[in-house]
């Protein structure tokens, strides 16, 4: 049985080593958009954010909280997604991902897009901790319109 199975693994790797840059990077981001509307994700990160909003504060002034904060929130983000990712595909190339998600960035637009930009840019992600501290504070009705992620095609 594991000679069927490195067959169909040599298989997958050949296919994805074949797709071009756009067909793997689309791959990529279907599976993040199952990632992130994954009960597991959404858990994991309103948990997170549960447990820092208060220390965030509206005004221009970065404390050094937030940056501790902030490296926390981005290795825990990280990991869950490529881990997740590595248990869909069995060849995920991060590196490759990172090229391609850094050479279309002025054209990509869209939720999955905004919650990338939280690991990357530290204002993005300040400003998502002060969103949700607002909602939790009253301040909005309804935040889940501006968190959730969801898939581009119907199944």
Known sequence: MSGHRQINMDFE???VKRQNSTEYFDTVIGHIEDIVIGEDFQA???HFMDCCYHLFEQGEENKIVYTEVYQKYTSLVETFIVESLNDKMSFFDMDRFALELETKKSQLDGEIFELLSTLTDFLAF???VLDYKAYKEGLYDDLSKD???TGLQQK
């Open 13 to 15: 790797e050949n296919l």
């Open 44 to 46: 994991m990160v309103n």
């Open 126 to 128: 300040k400003d998502m």
């Open 147 to 149: 968190f959730s992620v």
